[in-house]
């Protein structure tokens, strides 16, 4: 693993496949301000990196993938899931760092505290036994900036039950939900991450940049306008050879 600073370490593979290990965070990942400040550096490195493909964001203590003190004092900008969850890991088909809280960058990550790290994030994988919720009502305080991706997830009924209630929901509720895509086996996260990487891995680099601009500003546009810009960007695709290539590759598999 190589270490970007003392709380974000990489680990690259030939593909352009980098995982992003929070380290040196306590038992639960706390997120604290240093901590933070160090997975935000590191984001910013890798987003400018366009030889990666796929990230992958994890926790390196395996009784939750991160956590974060509830606290006036707290001030930071990185919201991610909750101190009770338990192994799970995130992806983005291209890193791309937030530049402050509440923002989303046109093709990437911008890291939240507790869940919202996960919801910014392009798919969600956890293990069978994950727990996800929002207590900050419990404490006192609302679910604010970062809660704002929970509706457009999974819908207004349901965001509204967990920021609202402070309860936890399990895997199958959150897959039912729409709030997970994928559920992995006991002992076999690593390999259903695996298998999305794989999936990804499959399709055109600029092809997939494309679409996830496309869909980032699908969620601010009106229909007509968001037709009208796909139009556009359809066309642009086949300035690269990424067209050309990748369809001759699937005529050539099928005769």
Known sequence: MQMLNPHCGVDRDPRGVVRLTICNAGSLNILGSAVING????????????????????????????????????????????????Q?????????????????ADAGLVPRRRLEVAAACDFRIA???????????????????????????????????????????????ALAWGLIDAVAPEGALDAAVERTVKTLLECGPEALRSQKALLRQWEELPLKESVNLSIGVFGRSFLTDEPRRLMQGFIDRKR
Not at 43 to 65: C, F, N, P, T, Y
Not at 68 to 79: C, E, K, L, V, Y
């Open 39 to 86: 997975v935000r550096e590191g984001l910013e490195v890798l987003a400018a990196d366009r030889q990666i493909r796929v990230l992958v964001i994890a926790g390196q203590s395996e009784k939750s993938m991160i956590a974060a003190p509830i606290s006036r004092r707290w001030q930071g900008s990185i919201r991610s899931p909750p101190r009770n969850s338990s």
């Open 127 to 173: 293990a069978h036994d994950a727990k996800f919720g929002m207590p900050e009502v419990k404490v006192g305080i609302p679910s604010v900036i970062h809660a704002a991706l929970l509706p457009r997830l999974i819908g207004w009924g349901r965001a509204r039950w967990l920021v609202m209630t402070a309860e936890n929901i399990d895997t199958p509720t």
């Open 88 to 104: 799970v890991c995130a992806i983005s088909a291209r890193p791309c760092a937030g530049s402050g809280a509440g923002n989303r």
